[in-house]
């Protein structure tokens, strides 16, 4: 147990910076549409920032340094996946989705295919992988609190499920994006500062190396060769690419752009973003493979400056990486609870005695504390396997409905329901094996813990053999509701 | 005037059927297709050089710096070059004609309300 005042500071000035970027950001945000979307008002360089603030999860910030340290270069397929992912999304669904005028996956579902059943099972999974992408942010909040003054795991969970929802109450999405912004510096700063002097203190050292018999296998991707390894990578890169635009916060944000010009900018700074912050986690798994022995691989990110720098300056740098961790599980959290909070108030927060902004306000509290419960009672899982999952879930389900609904005339409600169920219970059964203490080993454990590449083509052919089946039903607005997708933004069609 | 009933006007219909309309699909297409190959054969390059030459990724370049890991970063780079190229194309080849659409779809529109039958909202 270690307790470390500057890191309790840092944790309280990050709450505190937070809240207060959000009350200022609360000033300018006055209607419902504001809770949603920020007015479609956000500046690129601005929206760029928050993008990546929210992105950044507790997964990027300190799962990819543990499990590249522990795994070896295979897990760089984690934050190459995640970065790639954005660029899927801006090339096949961003536009189209935006022209759609739908506010929420489960808006776009109802308009492309006139059903309220569609539109009900989409709001239920935008649910479920709101809360499976929630739970280890909380979780990663509780060890990182736990590292940082030995305070009980649920503490961390509880605070930062505290400050999110004080934040999101207060004033949606226009604040959320004002904090992000920050948040995606903060978390920079946070990791580019310590490398360089952890970086520095290597140097001193006479540039010390891990113990060369295990190095070459450490730094190549799948050394250990084998079919399994290579269908882990794959079902990996499966998830990752075509998950994130299933990703309900990840979706929202892009129609906080103006138009499309603005969109694809945004992507291209949110890219070079991306890619700046991943070069930082690979350091610190490298220098913890020098110095970390003694360090829990889950907080290897935060426990690095301590080790390797013992005194004042080394407290000072590990409060500055528990400022920056804290910046991730509050912005990756508060973009999910206010779009799970959003398709809530669309779809279950309805009648007479719920009405706009205080039906918004009734479902932020059900967003944010179902999974705070869930991630103090549930197993840790890792946080970035854990996130792994949703991702999986996020590309067997709304993949296949995102890319045939916009690229297909021929999807139907009924081969959308029968898609996403299919996609939904398979990628789910592995959540399930994870999360469940049976365990067993083969290749029935590589199916199940990693089951985006035969999930997602099962999803892909269902949707589609289904919708040829019942072909009768297409929509008959489908011809209009095309042209209005794929018109070029610079065409002021109705969109809504 | 609701979403909906404007999606009724006849101008969509003829926007999808006009050449020009197919015009802008296409060229969106001769990028999208060509650089989406090409992204994911770049990716699978890399896991099958990772899973069948070993020894090649293996090859130390500077210090401890293997090829795999250059590669690696390569994968960074070139996931943000092809957003740009993207973001350009779009920029001057689909836009412009995105705003000739957009003219005549305002003209037919201002032709209805000049007829009184569907005034914009």
């Known amino acids: ?496 | 005037m609701s979403v909906h009933q404007r999606s009724q006007h006849p101008i969509y219909q003829e926007l999808h059927d006009s050449p020009d309309f197919s015009e802008l699909r296409r060229r969106y297409r001769s990028f999208v297709v060509p650089w989406t190959v090409a992204f994911l054969v770049w990716y699978l390059l890399y896991v099958c050089m990772s899973n069948w030459a070993g020894g090649f990724m293996n090859t130390k370049l500077v210090g401890h710096v293997n090829v795999a890991l250059v590669f690696g970063l390569l994968q960074f780079l070139s996931t943000f070059m092809i957003a740009w190229l993207y973001a350009r194309h779009m920029n001057r080849n689909v836009d412009p004609l995105a705003r000739d659409l957009e003219a005549r779809y305002e003209a037919a529109l201002r032709g209805d309300a000049v007829k009184g039958e569907e005034p914009r909202a």
């Open chain 1, 1 to 496: 147990m270690i307790t470390s005042v500057p890191s309790v500071v840092a944790v309280v000035l990050v709450a505190i910076a937070t809240l207060a970027i959000g009350t200022w950001g609360l000033r300018l945000s006055r209607t419902t549409s504001d809770f949603f979307v920020a007015s479609r008002s956000v500046r690129p360089a601005l929206n760029a920032s928050a993008i990546g603030g929210e992105y950044l999860s507790a997964a990027s910030f300190l799962g990819v340094a543990g499990l590249v340290l522990v795994f070896g270069a295979d897990m760089l397929w984690y934050p190459v996946g995640w970065t790639a992912g954005y660029l899927v999304l801006l090339v096949l669904v961003a536009a189209p989705l935006r022209r759609s005028g739908a506010y929420t996956l489960p808006d776009f579902a109802e308009a492309r295919l006139a059903s309220a059943k569609v539109r009900t099972t989409c709001t239920l999974m935008v649910v479920a992988i709101g809360w499976l992408y929630l739970v280890p942010q909380f979780q990663g909040a509780g060890i990182t609190l736990e590292s940082a003054t030995g305070a009980p795991p649920w503490l961390g969970a509880v605070v930062v499920a505290t400050v999110v929802l004080v934040n999101v109450l207060s004033g949606g999405m226009r604040s959320i994006t004002f904090v992000q912004a920050f948040q995606y510096w903060l978390k920079l700063t946070a990791l580019l500062v310590p490398a360089i002097v952890l970086v520095g203190v290597w140097l001193g050292d006479g540039r010390p190396s891990p113990d060369g018999a295990t190095n070459d296998h450490w730094s190549l991707p799948l050394a250990d060769g084998g079919g399994q390894g290579l269908y882990l990578t794959w079902s990996l890169i499966i998830a990752t690419f075509l998950g994130t635009m299933g990703l309900p916060h990840v979706v929202v944000r892009f129609y906080t752009n103006p138009d499309g010009r603005a969109a694809r900018r945004t992507t291209v700074v949110v890219l070079a973003l991306l890619g700046a912050f991943y070069l930082l986690p690979p350091i610190y798994a490298e220098l913890g493979r020098v110095y970390g022995e003694r360090a829990d691989a889950n907080v290897l990110v935060l426990d690095l400056p301590r080790l390797m720098l013992p005194g004042t300056s080394g407290e000072m740098l590990s409060a500055l990486v528990t400022a920056g961790a804290f910046a991730a599980f509050l912005s990756t959290s508060s973009g999910l609870s206010v779009a799970v909070a959003g398709v809530l108030t669309q779809d279950v927060f309805r009648g007479p005695r719920f009405t706009g902004v205080r039906a918004f306000r009734a479902a932020a509290v059900i967003a944010v504390v179902v999974p705070c419960v869930a991630a103090v009672a549930a197993p840790d899982l890792g946080i970035a396997k854990a996130v792994g999952l949703a991702f999986a879930v996020a590309a067997s389900t709304f993949c296949p409905l995102l890319v045939l609904g916009i690229w297909w005339r021929g999807l139907t409600d009924v081969g959308a329901i029968a898609g996403l169920g299919t996609g939904f219970i398979s990628s789910g059964l592995g959540v399930a094996y994870s999360l469940s203490p049976f365990t067993t080993s083969g290749w029935f454990d590589v199916l199940l813990s990693q089951p985006a590449a035969w999930s997602v083509p099962l999803a892909f052919t269902t949707m589609y053999a289904v919708s040829r089946a019942t072909a009768s039903r297409v929509p008959s607005h489908v011809r209009r509701f095309m042209v209005r997708l794929h018109t070029p933004e610079a065409v002021a069609l109705d969109r809504g």
